[in-house]
């Protein structure tokens, strides 16, 4: 679904602000297939649901065992 804005797409730009990721880390885990990306005509956009998706399916930090 839409989030709060009530955008169904981000530009890859947005994705950095939103995300606080870099541009090539984004476009990376595109061209490896995780992330899923589409294109309107030379726009690159990643619809919010594919965006929540994707984040949901990083891997969890683990702490570091005490004394480590």
């Known amino acids: 679904m839409a989030d709060k804005k ?3 797409a981000h530009s890859i730009a947005e994705l950095v602000e939103v995300s606080g990721l870099g ?3 984004i476009y ?5 297939g995780h992330l899923v990306a589409r294109k309107a005509g030379r726009r690159t956009l990643v619809l919010h649901e ?3 998706h994707w984040l ?3 891997p969890t930090h683990q702490p570091y065992p005490a004394g480590t």
Do not use: V
């Open 23 to 25: 541009r090539s880390f």
């Open 50 to 52: 594919d965006l929540e």
């Open 56 to 58: 949901g399916s990083l």
């Open 28 to 32: 990376e885990e595109i061209k490896a």
């Open 6 to 8: 009530g955008k169904l």
